[in-house]
């Protein structure tokens, strides 16, 4: 087996481990630095990538075609060592669902989850697009008829596919959201939820049903704040909360916040944390754009700028008056 062919069969075992309920962060670390050990690794998986999203998709499909054609046509586009790995991720995508007589009668849900610092894309079923960023999970069952996400931790940008019939939801803890065709983050932290609207409509509820507190419904510009039976509503400009989505660009965004507040942002982003060491530091306030994975040009910003003190030590920056 010549190079190339190792570099493929060791992409099409990565994307089979991804695809499996028990992938972690560890586990997504571990690809990350496979992948970027050479371009040759990284051209490899994402061509395998595509063609995985495109097998689940049609896998997904109600009264689809059959996992042995795709299996057909995969055999048919790259080496027959690699189609049968593919063909192994194919069939196991095609079993999570519960098959009828017309095709799956439902979708088991797909896990996605992100390490620190990572950024990704994920396309439904339906023709929704999921960006989902750093250190962060969910769950997505989306076919034909039925869209539901899932969000387990941290957070994701929703641009959903309109589709007036089958309402599109997010369960985020104790919280439910429920669209049509919008564009918006969901953001959990514990229970906390964050929503933020760039555009379209969307009703925040509680996840149980019951009827303690009336729904909210969002617009462009709105955000909802939600934590146990309290709702926060803020109403900003649309600029305002395409700023706190700017991580898809790989940015941070402040606007007069807290060095704390900013310190807690980028320490999602770092494994290397920011440690604010005096209350005096922590309630200065910032603003401006900073790339979200370089903790150490932040901080050496705020020791220009401030004359701040920055200790850097193993894992940590500590910053103090």
């Known amino acids: 087996m010549n190079a190339t062919h190792q570099i493929e069969h060791a992409a099409a075992r990565w994307l089979v481990r991804r695809e499996q309920p028990e992938w972690s962060a560890t586990d997504q670390a571990e690809l990350d630095a496979w992948l970027d050990q050479s371009m040759g690794h990284k051209a490899a998986f994402w061509r395998l990538e595509q063609g995985w999203a495109a097998s689940a998709r049609l896998a997904a499909l109600r009264g689809g075609e059959p996992v042995r054609s795709i299996t057909r046509a995969w055999r048919s586009a790259v080496p027959t060592a690699i189609a049968a790995c593919l063909a192994l991720a194919v069939l196991a995508f095609g079993l999570r669902a519960d098959f009828g007589p017309d095709g799956p009668r439902a979708v088991a849900p797909l896990k996605v989850a992100t390490a620190v610092g990572q950024h990704r894309q994920l396309r439904l079923a339906d023709g929704s697009v999921l960006t989902i960023n750093t250190a962060s999970a969910l769950r997505a069952a989306v076919d034909k008829r039925n869209r539901q996400v899932w969000l387990d931790q941290g957070e994701a940008y929703f641009e959903i596919a309109h589709d007036p019939r089958h309402p599109f939801v997010i369960l985020a803890g104790d919280r439910k959201i429920t669209v049509l065709g919008t564009r918006f983050s969901v953001r959990r932290d514990g229970g906390m939820i964050t929503v933020s609207v760039v555009e379209g409509r969307v009703r925040v509820e509680e996840a149980s049903g019951e009827s303690r507190g009336a729904a909210a419904v969002l617009t462009a510009g709105d955000i909802a704040i939600s934590q146990g039976r309290s709702t926060l509503l803020a109403d900003r400009s649309t600029q305002q909360v395409e700023d706190t989505l700017s991580w898809r660009r790989g940015m941070l ?69």
Request: charged letters at 25%.
């Open 253 to 321: 965004t402040f606007d007069r916040v807290t060095i704390a507040e900013a310190a807690a942002e980028f320490n999602r982003y770092n494994r290397r944390q920011i440690r604010i060491a005096d209350p005096a530091v922590a309630s200065i306030r910032i603003g401006g754009a900073f790339e979200a994975t370089n903790v150490e040009a932040f901080a050496r910003l705020l020791q220009t700028a401030f004359g701040l003190q920055v200790i850097e030590e193993e894992g940590a920056i500590t910053v103090k008056s």
